[in-house]
């Protein structure tokens, strides 16, 4: 699977958008973009996933680049209980195209 | 939506005693789960794909002797730490995916901590 790229950490003021990008340069074209995001001491939950277009759902919305070399998570209206690791996957679709493999994700902030 | 439960969510042992943890999957068959570990401050590592029925595959590096693994039905699987050590301390988490479907359930994690 392709490898992603992503901010150590940011910090977003709470009411504010949260834009978290992800660098996938070496995607492959049935390659889809997964994020995930892991609550301190929880399991990872699943935000939202695409393959080229644009995606949006309660939680989030998901913005890929024409080449899709890249992406972007949008959390509208971050709060407090956004704060969490958030991970950007590429794999192919499908349990039989193998497990998520995570990387070291961006650490999101959300600040009062 | 999917529900994974998965128990405990922390236990406690000696050095040398063995733990189970149980991953089951509530309102799903579950063809496939995953055993993912995470040490403090660092991302989650897969440790082996469980698929029921049949023998766990194991990720490299990982001693199967020690971390058994049982998918026996379409909703339970199970890893029991063998003789644990200290350094087993870590935290233990379960995924599993319906049939050919791409969604991808997490449970809560166990916390073990060998002492």
């Known amino acids: 699977d392709a490898k992603t790229t992503q901010p150590t950490s940011m910090d977003c003021a709470e009411g504010r958008a949260a834009n978290l990008p992800c660098n996938h340069s070496?995607?492959?074209?049935?390659?889809?973009v997964y994020w995930y995001r892991q609550i301190h001491s929880q399991g990872p939950q699943y935000i939202i996933h695409?393959?080229?277009n644009n995606e949006t759902n309660e939680m989030a919305s998901l913005i890929i680049t024409e080449d899709r070399k890249s992406s972007t998570l949008i959390l509208p209206h971050a709060t407090l209980r956004d704060t969490a690791v958030y991970y950007c996957?590429?794999?192919?679709?499908?349990?039989?195209?193998?497990?998520?493999?995570f990387g070291k994700g961006t650490k999101l902030s959300v600040k009062p | 939506g999917a529900v994974v439960s998965q128990h405990p969510s922390w236990v406690i042992c000696k050095s040398g005693t063995s733990v189970k943890i149980e991953c089951r999957s509530l309102?799903?068959?579950?063809?496939?789960m995953f055993w993912y570990r995470q040490f403090p401050k660092q991302s989650l590592m897969l440790m082996a794909t469980?698929?029921?029925?049949?023998?766990?595959?194991?990720e490299q590096g990982v001693e199967k002797d020690k971390f058994l693994i049982n998918h026996a039905s379409l909703t339970l699987s199970t890893l029991t730490v063998t003789s644990a050590h200290p350094e087993d301390s870590s935290f233990y988490i379960c995924?599993?995916?319906?049939?050919?479907?791409?969604?991808?359930?997490f449970g809560s994690g166990t916390r073990l901590t060998v002492v």
């Open positions: 695409g393959l080229k």
């Open positions: 070496t995607i492959s074209g049935n390659e889809y």
């Open positions: 996957i590429v794999k192919y679709y499908g349990g039989s195209q193998g497990n998520l493999i």
């Open positions: 309102d799903f068959q579950a063809t496939t």
């Open positions: 469980s698929n029921e029925g049949s023998k766990a595959t194991y």
């Open positions: 995924s599993a995916i319906e049939g050919a479907g791409d969604g991808y359930t």
